[in-house]
């Protein structure tokens, strides 16, 4: 359907980041010119396709340091969500989510946007129906599922919550972009397949990545890198590490990096458990230290609990590009995407990750089919055509018909002539040509 204002001006976006300090990540890559982490931040691929496009943007994150920055057709803010540190519970926490809800869809209509896209965490999905009576189309961005795969909302809440939000996804939404299958079937049955749904990967630079060397002898290296959190299964590392002792003839050291609430409790468990040699702690890792590692572990671990809705984690993708199998469950959502490279382990049971361990260790055939398979798939990660900025283009094309679309992604990301990206079939869409 088109819209006759596109034709008078640019299309003037708004978009609601997952909680972050954006503000202060933007001065950094004005700075620096070039990003400091592994993947290429979500923020800033938007934010220069925005640019290459000539389409203004407002984008909020909520952060409890407050900051503003424009930068060509770019605002972006942080702004507080809620008044203290911890978060509310019961009807508090379901309260600051309209609260939240009603204060963007503000911003959004003060901005005069036309459409918005808004991250999942943002708030709860029914309530961004508010934006529609503000006469803004928006479209959910899932980082993550609606719910971890295979363990929909139970308590009295959590079903109350999706009946509402089946509504939303029926009837208010403009269309839904994701990261994973999982992600798009579950908006799709909500939905009843009544939006378009785009999906995209996460987008890297190949600077700093090699291959790792892969496995034949010695100690068996495993790393975990991410958020060091309950859900994530940081402590289910502690009981592998307990299990493989006495299930595996190879020595398994697995080392852990990232920051998190749960970090000083895992050191005080491992210390407890005498375990200090068998999991290394590293805590939060500077880019380069973290390719170095990746460089020199054997696998991936990635034991993400079934309270997680976890889209497709990033660390699986960084995995295959750096050449390593990974041990993960289905509900990491990754096995749709990078199956042929996954030991696949039963959710919540560090008993079948600690055998899928062991046999990476222990089965050379089975290593080296999982390894061999990591190449090809890695392709999709510098595939610029199924990146963030590639659905949001598609999606505009969908919902303005004057919308031209967008085909020089080489400038937006700024690859060399001479290694342009792959370009393949956009994820769950049929090959389209850009304008």
């Known amino acids: 359907m088109g819209d006759s204002n596109a034709k008078l001006r640019p299309i003037r976006l708004f978009a609601a980041f997952a909680p972050g300090d954006h503000v202060r990540a933007h001065r950094e890559v004005l700075a620096r010119g070039t990003a400091s982490t592994t993947s290429l931040a979500f923020s800033e691929q938007l934010f220069n396709y925005c640019k290459a496009a000539g389409y203004p943007i407002l984008a909020i994150s909520s952060h409890p340091r407050v900051d503003r920055i424009e930068d060509g057709v770019i605002i972006a803010e942080n702004r507080r969500k809620q008044p203290g ?36 965490g943002t708030s709860h999905y029914f309530a961004l129906t508010l934006f529609r009576l503000a006469g803004i189309r928006v479209v959910a961005n899932l980082h993550n599922v609606l719910w971890p795969q295979g363990f929909p909302p139970a308590s009295l809440s959590g079903r109350i919550v999706r009946r509402l939000n089946q509504q939303f996804f029926r009837r208010i939404a403009a269309g839904a972009i994701g990261v994973s299958p999982e992600c798009e079937r579950q908006v799709l049955s909500e939905a009843r397949n009544a939006i378009p749904f785009f999906q995209y990967r996460c987008q890297f630079s190949r600077d700093g990545f090699h291959q790792a060397q892969g496995y034949r002898d010695g100690p068996f290296h495993l790393m975990f890198a991410g958020r060091v959190e309950a859900d994530k299964g940081v402590f289910d590392l502690v009981a592998i590490s307990d299990i493989l002792k ?88 990754a096995l749709d995407v990078l199956g042929p490279s996954i030991a696949e382990a039963e959710t919540n ?48 094309s969908k919902l303005f018909a004057d919308q031209t679309r967008t085909s020089d992604w080489g400038r937006i990301y700024g690859d060399p002539p001479d290694g342009a990206a792959a370009r393949s079939e956009p994820p769950g869409t049929a090959r389209w040509t850009a304008s």
């Open 246 to 333: 006495t299930r595996c003839t190879t020595p398994v050291v697995i080392h852990v990096c990232g920051d998190g609430g749960a970090l000083p409790a895992l050191r005080d468990l491992v210390r407890g458990k005498q375990l200090d040699a068998a999991i290394i702690i590293h805590g939060h890792l500077a880019r380069e230290r973290l390719l170095e590692l990746y460089h020199s572990c054997h696998a991936v671990i990635v034991p993400t609990t079934s309270t997680f809705p976890e889209g497709m984690p990033q660390v699986c993708a960084e995995a295959v590009i750096a050449g390593l199998p990974i041990v993960a469950s289905k509900v990491t959502n």
């Open 85 to 120: 540190e911890a978060q509310p519970s019961g009807l508090a926490f379901h309260l600051l989510q309209l609260k939240w809800a009603c204060y963007l869809a503000y911003r959004a209509w003060r901005f005069g946007a036309d459409v918005a896209f808004i991250d999942s």
């Open 349 to 396: 049971d560090p008993t079948s990750y600690a055998d899928q361990i062991r046999r990476l260790a222990t089965e050379p055939a089975f290593y080296d089919r999982l390894r061999s398979a990591t190449k090809g798939l890695s392709v999709q990660f510098f595939d610029r055509t199924q990146s963030y900025p590639a659905a949001v283009d598609r999606m505009l």
